[in-house]
């Protein structure tokens, strides 16, 4: 891989529609990074509640509006738009924890072999409050096809070199696209856990992972086997 800079560009891509009881905490979270150099570009597509006011307040987000509705087609937007060197992408009901970014920085320069970088995540409800903490552990293509999804999302920050050798998001897999966008990096590339805490994940009542758990479970049953699993439980 390329060597970075020594402060490079860091791009973070935050899809949101209706997401104006939770938008807020994202967009602070990513401002208030202790890092000098982070793009945040938000994609809308038409929220009818306060989500447009808010953005309104944080002029120094990148917002485009109208966006494409679904989730996979925000992301690719905003990733061919981001100019960073590396990538970020947390959705509008996440939130960043201090100094998430310049660790993440860090341990892309420390491992410059590495495409990807991740790390374990808190479970908070839709007040902030911290229900439990949940840890992930060091994974590569084997261990993501095989098991399950080590790469928490909205901990993961990766190189542009290895998004622009692999392709963009595929958007077959509403559902389960992250799942699919580390497997195809780790198939190329180390990536690397780290071992400290960086975003929190927000469960709330009639999110995605809620609704369609068990479409979850069977679209990831299928890109796994697409991947060459031979077991998926």
Not at 13 to 33: A, C, K, M
Not at 151 to 160: G, K, N
Not at 207 to 217: E, I
Request: proline share 5%; hydrophobic share 35%.
């Amino acid at each position: 891989m390329k060597a970075l800079p020594e402060t490079p560009l860091v791009s973070v891509v935050t899809p949101s529609y209706n997401t104006g009881r939770f938008i807020e905490e994202t967009l602070r979270s990513v401002q208030e990074q202790d890092y000098p150099r982070i793009e945040h570009i938000v994609l809308d597509s038409g929220s009818t509640d306060g989500t447009p006011s808010i953005l309104a307040r944080y002029p120094s987000v990148h917002v485009v509006s109208p966006a494409p509705g679904g989730i996979t087609e925000k992301v690719n937007l905003g990733f061919s738009l981001a100019k960073g060197e590396i990538l970020g992408w947390i959705n509008a009901d996440d939130f960043y924890l201090h100094a998430a970014i310049s660790k993440a920085v860090a341990a892309l320069q420390t491992h410059p072999d590495a495409a990807l970088v991740y790390c374990n995540y808190l479970h908070v409800d839709e007040d902030s409050v911290e229900v439990d903490r949940e840890r992930s552990k060091q994974a590569g293509f084997r261990e993501l096809i095989e098991e399950r999804n080590y790469v928490p999302h909205q901990t993961a920050f990766f190189r542009r070199e290895a998004l622009d050798r692999i392709g963009e998001v595929d958007t077959r897999y509403s559902l389960v696209q992250y799942w699919d966008l580390w497997i195809r990096i780790s198939k190329e590339f180390p990536i690397v856990h780290v071992d400290d805490w960086w975003a929190a994940f927000r469960v709330s009542r009639g999110q995605r992972s809620d609704v369609h758990k068990y479409a979850f479970w069977r679209q990831g049953r299928r890109l796994t086997r697409s991947h060459g699993a031979r077991y998926f439980t």
